[in-house]
């Protein structure tokens, strides 16, 4: 059973998903969710927390949290235990309109489905905070979960991101997530939609995520510009090291 914070946070992820907060608007103040939740401050400012550490809103000294205006989400890759939506978090655009499509062979192998089987593509541009391209990710979901969570099809943005979204409406939890990454030559629309001139050198991550019987929810595949890609480790070592 949830704790109460974590329901009043959910609460709240509901009540933005469906509208009831577009982006850019205030939440309700604490003394109101508290008076509404008959719970302490300290219960209220978790559930907060909660919202913020998932990157759907955000908040200034003395003053309200207010939706993000601008979508948050990360790169693919990199979703370890632990680490939470606004880990890593940046800016994005999302690009045209989800589609049903026969996907790459290596991404249908990911998705564990046979070949010329479709799958759901949703494609987003990941920005840095200058407003440069920073990667472009292209996310495809098996029919069965689209089936279960049919706002992944839409238009329309979910605020809540795709991962919490698919769980709500499925009840499916993320256990196993693998990353692949390799070099390559960019493809004309990878390089048009990040502004490179032919050749390019591209890294590569295709992310899947799993739930405990082995099924592929979501895989992704990332693709960033070598002249930004980097990576940063820091770990302990020892006289064996």
């Not at 990353?179 to 032919?198: I, M, P, S, T």
């Not at 995520?209 to 895989?219: H, K, T």
Request: net charge neutral; with cysteine.
């Amino acid at each position: 059973m949830p704790l109460k914070y974590e329901e009043i946070a959910e609460s709240l992820r509901r009540d933005i998903a469906a509208g009831q907060y577009p982006l850019g608007s205030a939440l309700p103040s604490g003394r109101d969710l508290c008076e509404r939740w008959s719970v302490s401050r300290a219960t209220v400012n978790k559930a907060l927390e909660l919202l913020k550490a998932d990157a759907l809103v955000t908040s200034r000294q003395g003053s309200r949290y207010v939706v993000v205006a601008l979508p948050m989400g990360r790169p693919a890759g990199s979703r370890g235990s632990g680490t939470a939506r606004a880990d890593g978090a940046l800016p994005f655009t999302r690009l045209g309109v989800p589609d049903m499509l026969v996907p790459p062979l290596d991404v249908a192998e990911a998705l564990g489905v046979e070949p010329e089987v479709t799958a759901l593509r949703r494609g987003r541009l990941m920005h840095l905070p200058d407003g440069t391209p920073q990667s472009y990710v292209v996310a495809w979901f098996p029919a069965w979960i689209v089936d279960a969570a049919p706002k992944l099809a839409g238009a329309a943005a979910i605020p809540e991101g795709t991962t919490r979204y698919v769980r709500r409406c499925t009840g499916l939890v993320s256990v196993l997530g693998r990353d692949l990454e390799h070099v390559r030559l960019a493809a004309q629309v990878e390089a048009d939609v990040l502004g490179l001139q032919l050749p390019a050198a591209v890294h590569v991550t295709l992310h899947s995520a799993r739930d405990d019987q082995g099924r592929a929810l979501v895989v992704e595949e990332g693709v960033t510009p070598d002249s930004v890609w980097q990576r940063s480790s820091e770990y302990p070592m020892g006289e064996s090291s």
